[in-house]
């Protein structure tokens, strides 16, 4: 049967989806799933060949996707929450960008024999690390939270910085190659439209979106449809004045709303979650079929792999040691395990491909050797990273042993005013919701909040965990604190997880499997009704139990009590049972306001 058009971005979705479904099953990075059926339905089955796909069609629906990815990365860079690790984190992107630009050029040119162009080009195309691969893998691992932050960040920022540079070589080589070469003066001019146009254009788009949402001249339901046309146009005029130029357009408009207080901020960012997810699935597949097979199986030389070695075993342990000096802050063995973890993700093949692609448009020879020499980079660096990422976290003791911060399902009034009690007590805390009314609150109220669900995909990317280790799901939605707590159980263990009794009157309370739940809150009796009753007729206390103020002594001040924490020695023990002991600990409990200390 020939296949169609049709049918084989179909049969490209299909696939997708089960790459990522076989990611989530393993809890391996899906890069890793999606390249190998890519590479199994193209170049070894030919299943899909890469003729099958008009280049006419490929090429725009690759460059937008791209431009999405970007401005989606630039939506997530808010300068406050870098603030950490910011001065690490830049020079990482700057300085530590330029020390992998280079030194992977050299090892490109001397040892693969690439010319010093095409060496510096590759160069350009692995500056990236890939936040998609960083996501999962942080949250498997957690290591510790200057590990994590610094991880985190560079994959975000970094990818647009990588992104540039690769377009301004780009733009030489065909400026000085193509069958129109310039001199360097229109060279020059040439980047300098580049820089401009993106510049412009960027940011034009980026204010222009900021006033539409901060204004509400666009209604809820059309403000992600909105954005998503705008960036798009945005990317395509940029790109038809200036080359490229959409790459650095896209991700300044992200930029721009990222750093500008938008109502529909947070929805925003939701929307990417499964946009993301299908773009990223139909990139890999797309570009890894379209891989002839003598060309992947031509990467596979002793001169490649030793290339790629020296990159991920040389080059990245001087950035992170250049970029780290004089900062007391990240010690030996975080140097170590950041000098180990440098994945490479979907830019840097997207980037690759289009970048191909532009070579032959110039009647450029040479760019066909740059796509699988980047892939070879990929699949090194994500396999090796992510199946060994939890045993040297481990050996070099930067994985948290013991993290006692919690997790809470739910920001209402009776979730934060627990949240607040351990925060002052010392713990990371972090409250997750769908509403945006009460993460506003809570985020006013100084707590640190997560929008979205955490049982999407968002989430495993974007949720910090690092301090945090335990789980209480209380939200009215019982199935919701079932599912979320099945989840979390496998990162947190059963013995970290929590939810609220499901209510009389769910049939779930009987018929749902003690290992398909998390353990039940507080006492057997605390619903989410009777937690929010207690929470408003009363108030979250805070108490010392010492042989001077006994748990009896407390029992007797406050008759009517809902235990729900104790904290000592530096950890928080949940209470899950009306029979419990404390001593010489802080009890953290609801009491009824009629009860006055004597």
């Not at 985190?152 to 920022?157: A, F, H, R, T, V």
Request: glycine share 8%.
């Amino acid at each position: 049967m020939t296949l169609t058009p049709l049918l084989i971005f179909a049969i490209i979705i299909a696939l997708g989806a089960f790459a990522q479904w076989v990611a989530w099953r393993l809890n391996i990075a899906a890069i890793l799933p999606l390249l190998t059926l890519g590479f199994l339905v193209g170049p070894i089955l030919k299943i899909i060949q890469p003729t099958d796909l008009n280049p006419d069609l490929l090429q725009p629906v690759v460059s937008l996707l791209v431009g999405l990815i970007l401005f989606e990365g630039g939506l997530t860079l808010r300068a406050l929450e870098v603030k950490e690790t910011k001065r690490i984190v830049t020079r990482l992107v700057s300085v530590g960008a330029v020390v992998t630009w280079l030194g992977s050029a050299i090892a490109a040119h001397y040892i693969v024999g690439l010319s010093w162009s095409f060496a510096l080009l590759f160069g350009a195309l692995i500056i990236v690390t890939g936040p998609t691969v960083i996501g999962p893998l942080l949250r498997t691992v957690r290591p510790n939270g200057t590990v994590s932050s610094i991880l985190k960040w560079e994959g975000i920022i970094i990818d647009p910085i990588g992104a540039l540079i690769a377009v301004l070589v780009l733009e030489f080589i065909i400026l000085t190659q193509g069958a129109d070469a310039h001199g360097l003066g229109q060279i020059g001019l040439r980047f300098l439209s580049f820089l401009l146009v993106g510049t412009i254009s960027g940011v034009i788009g980026g204010f222009f979106l900021s006033a539409v949402f901060a204004r509400k001249q666009v209604p809820n339901y059309l403000s992600n449809f909105f954005a998503l046309a705008a960036v798009f146009i945005i990317f395509a005029v940029s790109n038809s004045i200036a080359s490229e130029s959409g790459l650095l357009a896209t991700t300044l408009m992200g930029l721009i709303m990222a750093n500008r207080t938008l109502p529909d901020y947070e929805h925003l960012l939701s929307f990417k979650e499964d946009l993301t997810i299908l773009s990223i699935s139909l990139l890999f597949i797309v570009l890894a079929a379209n891989i002839e097979l003598s060309t992947l199986l031509s990467a596979f030389t002793w001169q490649n792999i030793l290339m790629v070695a020296i990159i991920m075993l040389i080059i990245r342990p001087i950035n992170i040691w250049v970029s780290t000096f004089g900062d007391t802050s990240v010690t030996t063995k975080d140097k170590l395990f950041l000098s180990w973890i440098a994945p490479r993700g979907i830019v840097a093949a997207a980037v690759t491909s289009l970048f191909v692609t532009e070579l032959h448009h110039f009647d450029i020879d040479g760019g066909d050797v740059l796509l699988p020499l980047v892939f070879l980079v990929i699949i090194c660096t994500v396999a090796i990273g992510s199946l060994t990422a939890g045993t040297v976290a481990r050996f070099l003791g930067v994985a948290e042993e013991d993290p006692q911060g919690v997790l809470f399902l739910g920001a209402h009034p009776a979730a934060q005013g627990l949240a607040m009690a351990l925060k002052e007590e010392g713990f990371k805390v972090t409250l997750a919701d769908r509403n945006y009314q009460t993460l506003s609150s809570a985020r006013i109220a100084g707590l640190n909040t997560y929008y979205g669900s955490l049982l999407s995909y968002h989430s495993d990317d974007e949720l910090e965990l690092a301090g945090i280790g335990n789980l209480i799901a209380m939200t009215p939605n019982d199935e919701a604190n079932a599912l979320t707590a099945r989840k979390y159980a496998k990162i947190f263990g059963r013995e970290s997880v929590f939810q609220l009794i499901p209510n009389k009157d769910n049939k779930q309370r009987e018929s749902i499997a003690e290992d398909q739940r998390g353990r039940y809150v507080f006492h057997n009796g605390t619903t989410y009704a009777n937690l929010q009753q207690r929470f408003h007729s009363g108030e979250v206390k805070r108490t010392q139990i010492t042989e001077a103020f006994s748990l009896e002594d407390f029992k007797a001040l406050y008759d009517d009590y809902l235990p729900m924490f104790i904290i000592k020695n530096e950890k928080i023990e949940v209470v899950t049972s009306e029979d419990f002991s404390v001593k010489d600990a802080t009890l953290i409990s609801i009491v009824a306001n009629n009860e006055e200390e004597t």
